[in-house]
């Protein structure tokens, strides 16, 4: 099994900071593309940014330039910027992870990210 623990969300004013983190641990022989979601109330979830193990990145086109994400092993990071109402939004990652039984995208628990205006 594999799991992924969220952390670094919280309440932030607009135009202000945070830094996600997503740590993934267990029965981890490789993981190809980590990524950051985000499920906003009423809407559905959406991409973010991805990042694959040989580092290539990919953003949602509205948060280019704001957002920022980086990896290191199996950690994923996700530097936010110039924060807008708009983002608030619970954030998850995921993973695609090969352990010794299957190949399986797996997910976080979700950290709540509220920006007040």
């Known amino acids: 099994q594999v799991h992924l623990v969220e952390s670094g969300g919280g309440l932030v004013q607009a135009g202000g900071s945070l830094r996600l983190a997503c740590a993934a641990s267990?029965?981890?022989?490789?993981?190809?593309?980590m990524g950051w979601y985000r499920q906003a109330p009423g809407k559905q979830r959406e991409s973010v940014a991805t990042?694959?193990?040989?580092?290539n990145t990919n953003y949602a086109d509205s948060l280019k330039g704001r957002f920022t994400i980086s990896r290191e092993e199996n950690t994923v990071y996700l530097q936010m910027n110039s924060l807008k109402p708009e983002d608030t939004a619970v954030y998850y990652c995921n993973a695609e992870a090969r352990t010794w039984s299957y190949d399986k995208t797996f997910w976080g628990q979700g950290t709540q990210v509220t920006v007040s205006s």
């Open positions: 990042v694959t193990s040989s580092g």
């Open positions: 267990g029965s981890i022989l490789s993981i190809n593309t």
